[in-house]
């Protein structure tokens, strides 16, 4: 459904070029949870601005349900990590949410039930007419979400969104993910560098290498559905998956040679 | 004196200290000025009555009128064109390469230098007024404008961008309130340039206004009249600029966390 062939972006510097992502190939299904971890300075943040169509790989490409992509396409939503800065402050989040639906097509009552419908799933029906300075992060990022939501994007783009937010917060919001994917089957492609977050959402956790990033291994996820914070935490198999991913991405910070085994 | 210093912290100290300067600075006029047989410096008090007497009467609300209508209009125009062509040159890299030496070039020509020109293409009246404060208040407005939309956060751009959000939606929602802060700078150097071109065009090139009574009574020797234009002068431009103040709060409330009522 997207499909990332051999994709290479270099940005130009003093000294040449600084070759961020090189040779990057992967397919994510239709309906999946494709999680991309790696550590810090891995150019996760350049491999997903081309993808979503915010940057333009150098050499490869992005293609989504066999189109190239070289703009954001109409089907995508972004989740950022800096949810302070991609609201806007001055509108409320009834209006933040509703902005993206303003097109042709969609009449004002259908955008209302709409952000109505999406304020309700991420529990912030209160909310509507509040400024994003007065919500807590957590909840600023949940705003953010609701926004993608009411969207209804066939693929969402999630760059570490939840960075930023307390343990607990991002326990919660990590299950919004999860009940999301299961109510409405959006395609989800999620950013991070936290193990145990990549392991729990995932259908498939894609590990990448430090820069020149590549594709080290993908990983087949196959706990069950629904998931739970304590009793999938508990799994074995959890453990097992979870050391497996972390061990990979250890080494890559210790022995970068070993990626490219 | 720690009560002197800690008052100043707090926005009701300040008030009050600053009030009291000023009201020492009037009662200190109003000392040296007192009894004063100099015609040049006539007594505070003789002023203030002729303030009070001849800006009351039609007369002087004509002239004040003529002012009030000038500068209003004058400092619109200047904020329409200054807020819509900043907008397009902060937006579009082309058209700021193309035409940034030429405006460097015409925004250090001093609006007063036009004085000739605009009376020779307006005549004696209100145009060539109107005509003078809408240049000179344009520039500040205008590249404050666009300094502020080149420099549009990239997370915003970003995720109206990812969202598809353009046209009217992208400049209503997005552009104009991001860039409001820098707009607002913009009007607040304006408004000063503005009062300055009033004056300047209203002793030169009209038949009414602050600026005109100013002259007039100089020429004619009513000295005590030409003070009291310069006291309404004061005045007004105290007066605008602190309603000014009060209005860009108003306007800015999203940006200041501490007010949680907003």
Same mark, same amino acid.
């Given at each position: 459904?997207?499909?990332?062939?051999?994709?290479?972006?270099?940005?130009?510097?003093?000294?040449?070029?600084?070759? $961020?992502?090189?040779?990057?190939?992967?397919?994510?299904?239709?309906?999946?949870?494709?999680?991309?971890?790696?550590?810090?300075?891995? =150019?996760?943040?350049?491999?997903?601005?081309?993808?979503?169509?915010?940057?333009?790989?150098?050499?490869?490409? /992005?293609?989504?349900? =066999?189109?190239?992509?070289?703009?954001?396409?109409?089907?995508?939503?972004?989740?950022?990590?800096?949810?302070?800065?991609?609201?806007?402050?001055?509108?409320?989040?009834?209006?933040?949410?509703?902005?993206?639906?303003?097109?042709?097509?969609?009449?004002?009552?259908?955008?209302?039930?709409?952000?109505?419908?999406?304020?309700?799933?991420?529990?912030?029906?209160?909310?509507?007419?509040?400024?994003?300075?007065?919500?807590?992060?957590?909840?600023?990022?949940?705003?953010?979400?609701?926004?993608?939501?009411?969207?209804?994007?066939?693929?969402?783009?999630?760059?570490?969104?939840?960075?930023?937010?307390?343990?607990?917060?991002?326990?919660?919001?990590?299950?919004? /993910?999860?009940?999301?994917?299961?109510?409405?089957?959006?395609?989800?492609?999620?950013?991070?560098?936290?193990?145990?977050?990549?392991?729990?959402?995932?259908?498939?956790?894609?590990?990448?290498?430090?820069?020149?990033?590549?594709? $080290?291994?993908?990983?087949?996820?196959?706990?069950?559905?629904?998931?739970?914070?304590?009793?999938?935490?508990?799994?074995?198999?959890?453990?097992?998956?979870?050391?497996?991913?972390?061990?990979?991405?250890?080494?890559?910070?210790?022995?970068?040679?070993?990626?490219?085994? | 004196?720690? #009560? %002197?210093?800690?008052?100043?912290?707090?926005?009701?100290?300040?008030?009050?200290?600053?009030?009291?300067?000023?009201?020492?600075?009037?009662?200190?006029?109003?000392?040296?000025?007192?009894?004063? !047989?100099?015609?040049?410096?006539?007594?505070?008090?003789?002023?203030?009555? !002729? #303030?009070?007497?001849?800006?009351?009467?039609?007369?002087? %609300?004509?002239?004040?009128?003529?002012?009030?209508?000038?500068?209003?209009?004058?400092?619109?125009?200047?904020?329409?064109?200054?807020?819509?062509?900043?907008?397009?040159?902060?937006?579009?890299?082309?058209?700021?390469?193309?035409?940034?030496?030429?405006? !460097?070039?015409?925004?250090?020509?001093?609006?007063?230098?036009?004085?000739?020109?605009?009376?020779? +293409?307006?005549?004696?009246?209100?145009?060539?007024?109107?005509?003078?404060?809408?240049?000179?208040?344009?520039?500040?407005?205008?590249?404050?404008?666009?300094?502020?939309?080149?420099?549009?956060?990239?997370?915003?751009?970003?995720?109206?961008?990812?969202?598809?959000?353009?046209?009217?939606?992208?400049?209503?929602?997005?552009?104009?309130?991001?860039? +409001?802060?820098?707009?607002?700078?913009?009007?607040?150097?304006?408004?000063?340039?503005?009062?300055?071109?009033?004056?300047?065009?209203?002793?030169?090139?009209?038949?009414?206004?602050?600026?005109?009574?100013?002259?007039?009574?100089?020429?004619?020797?009513? %000295?005590?009249?030409?003070?009291?234009?310069?006291?309404?002068?004061?005045?007004?431009?105290?007066?605008?600029?602190?309603?000014?103040?009060?209005?860009?709060?108003? +306007?800015?409330?999203?940006?200041?966390?501490?007010?949680?009522?907003?």
């Amino acid at each position: 459904m997207l499909i990332v062939t051999e994709l290479e972006k270099t940005y130009p510097t003093k000294k040449g070029g600084f070759t $961020a992502v090189r040779d990057m190939s992967f397919t994510v299904q239709e309906g999946e949870l494709f999680s991309i971890v790696g550590p810090s300075g891995a =150019g996760k943040t350049t491999l997903l601005r081309c993808i979503a169509g915010l940057d333009r790989p150098t050499s490869g490409g /992005v293609y989504f349900q =066999g189109r190239e992509v070289d703009g954001p396409p109409e089907d995508f939503a972004i989740v950022f990590q800096d949810y302070a800065r991609s609201l806007l402050p001055w509108a409320t989040v009834g209006t933040n949410v509703e902005l993206p639906l303003m097109k042709k097509g969609n009449t004002a009552a259908e955008r209302n039930r709409r952000v109505t419908t999406a304020l309700a799933e991420v529990g912030l029906s209160d909310a509507v007419d509040k400024k994003p300075f007065q919500l807590s992060g957590g909840m600023q990022q949940r705003v953010a979400i609701a926004r993608a939501i009411a969207y209804r994007p066939k693929v969402l783009i999630m760059d570490e969104p939840f960075a930023s937010v307390d343990a607990q917060t991002r326990a919660d919001l990590e299950d919004l /993910v999860l009940r999301v994917k299961e109510e409405t089957g959006t395609t989800i492609l999620f950013v991070t560098h936290d193990v145990d977050e990549s392991v729990y959402l995932s259908n498939r956790v894609a590990m990448v290498t430090r820069s020149p990033s590549r594709i $080290a291994e993908v990983v087949d996820i196959d706990l069950p559905f629904p998931r739970d914070q304590i009793a999938t935490k508990s799994l074995p198999e959890f453990a097992r998956l979870r050391a497996h991913v972390f061990g990979g991405i250890r080494d890559m910070v210790h022995d970068t040679t070993l990626a490219h085994a | 004196m720690t #009560t %002197l210093t800690t008052s100043v912290s707090t926005a009701r100290g300040r008030a009050v200290i600053g009030a009291a300067g000023a009201l020492t600075a009037l009662g200190a006029w109003f000392m040296l000025s007192r009894g004063s !047989e100099n015609v040049y410096f006539p007594a505070l008090p003789a002023i203030l009555d !002729e #303030t009070w007497e001849y800006w009351r009467t039609a007369e002087g %609300l004509r002239n004040l009128g003529a002012s009030l209508t000038t500068l209003s209009l004058g400092l619109c125009l200047g904020i329409v064109f200054g807020v819509a062509i900043g907008l397009v040159i902060g937006q579009l890299t082309f058209v700021e390469q193309a035409i940034s030496p030429a405006l !460097e070039f015409a925004r250090a020509i001093p609006a007063t230098a036009l004085i000739p020109f605009a009376m020779m +293409l307006f005549g004696v009246g209100d145009n060539t007024k109107i005509f003078l404060i809408a240049l000179g208040s344009l520039w500040p407005v205008l590249l404050n404008t666009a300094d502020g939309a080149r420099r549009i956060d990239p997370t915003l751009r970003d995720s109206a961008r990812a969202f598809r959000i353009a046209g009217f939606q992208r400049q209503a929602f997005i552009v104009v309130p991001a860039v +409001l802060p820098r707009i607002l700078v913009g009007i607040r150097i304006a408004i000063p340039l503005g009062l300055i071109l009033m004056v300047t065009s209203e002793m030169v090139g009209a038949q009414e206004g602050l600026g005109f009574v100013i002259t007039q009574a100089q020429a004619t020797f009513q %000295l005590v009249t030409m003070w009291s234009g310069i006291v309404v002068l004061g005045v007004l431009g105290f007066s605008i600029t602190f309603a000014y103040s009060l209005l860009e709060r108003v +306007l800015l409330r999203w940006s200041d966390p501490r007010r949680e009522d907003a």
